[in-house]
């Protein structure tokens, strides 16, 4: 089953802009993570925040956690049109004791397209 | 260079036909996954195998038989090829060891995917 939503579905904006894209999940997890997909290419690993973190930072990339709420948001700043590409978010279900059942599930992405 | 390689990249074949997927991963993962993206771009898991042992099967057709020689090498074999196998088929492999505690906060490597066209 789809355990992660994403809004928006698709996102235009221009160079030097912001963009934000929300996750939301249903289950308990040891951790989100998201995931950059140029177009016919494989996914790459951006970044993972953990169950217990709130807030995670990476070159221009920002993540928060909020587990009460189910929900993630990606920020990325001064936009690129390198930045170009479909973005998922992920999450590794919590499993008895820090556990994992060994998979990731994925929401179904946002396009962001970034205008030179 | 360190990576999830599979091959091939593309495969066009005929409804029926009998076809494999090869993926190898020099990084010392544990864990391999086959994950299938559709033409909505929704990624799926199918199977997941830690150090040559099968930890997930979801609800995958029988069609469909991953195999594990070595912890480095998971392959998809694909009988009886339908219409509907269209997509695109990711390899993947972490760190992450099921059923470890405390082992699960690691990030996914992907291969770059063999898009598999059925007519």
């Known amino acids: 089953s789809q355990q992660g939503e994403e809004d928006p579905q698709a996102l235009s904006i221009q160079e030097g802009e912001n963009a934000t894209m929300n996750c939301s999940y249903k289950t308990s997890i040891n951790n989100l993570q998201w995931y950059r997909q140029n177009s016919g290419r494989g996914l790459v690993h951006l970044i993972l925040?953990?169950?217990?973190?709130r807030e995670k930072h990476s070159g221009r990339l920002r993540v928060t956690l909020d587990t009460s709420k189910k929900s993630s948001s990606l920020l990325i700043t001064a936009s690129r049109a390198a930045d170009t590409a479909s973005y998922f978010c992920a999450t590794d279900e919590a499993g008895a004791g820090g556990t994992s059942y060994g998979k990731l599930t994925f929401g179904q992405g946002t396009i962001l397209t970034v205008h030179p | 260079d360190t990576a999830v390689s599979q091959t091939p990249k593309y495969l066009v074949t005929q409804m029926g036909n009998d076809k494999s997927i090869k993926c190898e991963q020099n990084l010392g993962h544990d864990t391999m996954y086959w994950y299938k993206q559709d033409s909505k771009k929704f990624l799926k898991i199918m199977f997941s195998y830690n150090n040559k042992e099968l930890i997930i099967n979801e609800t995958v057709p029988n069609r469909f038989s991953p195999k594990s020689p070595d912890k480095a090498h998971l392959n998809l074999h694909i009988n009886s090829l339908e219409l509907g196998d269209s997509a695109v088929y990711f390899c993947?492999?972490?760190?992450?060891?099921?059923?470890?505690?405390?082992?699960?906060?690691?990030?996914?490597?992907f291969g770059s995917g063999t898009r598999l066209t059925v007519v």
């Open positions: 993947a492999s972490s760190q992450v060891i099921p059923t470890l505690r405390d082992s699960a906060n690691y990030g996914y490597t």
């Open positions: 925040i953990r169950s217990n973190e």
